[in-house]
Nanobody, 116 residues
Framework: QVQFVESGGGLVQPGGSLRLSCVAS????????MGWYRQAPGKQRELVAH???????NYADSVKGRFTISRDNAKSTVYLQMNSLKPEDTAVYYC??????????WGQGTQVTVSS
């Protein structure tokens, strides 16, 4: 059974940090390009950060310099380290897995709320 399970969300004050994790099972994780997306209420889902199977990364302009995506293939896990969080980062965060545009999976999402 294929599963991608996110964790690490929660409530944090502005300026704080969180680390999201997404653990894969049932797939050959190392061949997948992985992404973190987010969706705020009333807004479209947007790409936050992406890491290829070859470890190339890219980020949305809004998070550059604050967020870092990484992966550990031995643990079948992708991470999103989020620093200097802002209220506008509040959203449900989803991990996405993509292999050759034919095998695409989503996690169930984890809520991140940035508020004082």
């Amino acid at each position: 059974q294929v599963q991608f399970v996110e964790s690490g969300g929660g409530l944090v004050q502005p300026g704080g940090s969180l680390r999201l994790s997404c653990v894969a099972s049932g797939v050959m994780f190392r061949v997948y390009d992985m992404g973190w997306y987010r969706q705020a209420p009333g807004k479209q889902r947007e790409l936050v950060a992406h890491i290829s199977s070859g470890d190339s990364t890219n980020y949305a302009d809004s998070v550059k310099g604050r967020f870092t995506i990484s992966r550990d293939n031995a643990k079948s896990t992708v991470y999103l380290q989020m620093n200097s969080l802002k209220p506008e980062d509040t959203a449900v965060y989803y991990c996405n897995a993509n292999w050759a545009q034919r095998h695409i999976y989503w996690g169930q999402g984890t809520q991140v709320t940035v508020s004082s």
